[in-house]
């Protein structure tokens, strides 16, 4: 009997929060920058060590890891870290901060296809490059209209996250969680 290792269940609980706040945002679009700034600073740090345990799980497997991973999941973890402990600036700082996650998410996210595709299959990788490829989009649409981005950011940001959630939820059920 296969058991199924502590990524996979990493992967589902990080897909569950990313769309239960995606689903928070769209609900309290008004509020949702205010309110949650906190939830956002400790889902930043959750992602961000995720992303360094994936860096450490392969290179052990491999002996090389993806680079790119590790220094993004340190990056999360910093901009996660400046969220919790400012949380006044933070919400003045999400205009910016937000569109460069999302970019260095999905970077990180893109340098991880191809294991995807040898573990999870083509359907998950196909997936996961249509998601990233969108975070990238809307990282770049919000760094080169900061107004748009001021004023649309919690739209944004609920509709990414559930995106990217519903991404970690496929890949944890699917053959990479093995």
Known sequence: ???????????LIIGIILIVLGILTFARPSGALAGIVFV???LAVITGIADIVFYVKIEQRTGFG???SLVMGI???LAGVLLLFNP???????TILFPI????HCISRLTHLSIIRLTAGAGCYYFTLIVNILGLLLGFAMIFNPLLSFLSVSYIIGCYLILIGIDHFVLAVSKIGM
Request: charged share 15%.
């Open 1 to 11: 009997m296969k058991r199924r290792s502590a990524f996979g269940w990493i992967e």
């Open 40 to 42: 956002y600073g400790i």
């Open 66 to 68: 993806p680079a790119v």
């Open 88 to 94: 006044d600036a933070g919400i003045w700082a999400l």
């Open 75 to 77: 990056l999360s973890v």
């Open 101 to 104: 996650w999302f970019i260095a």
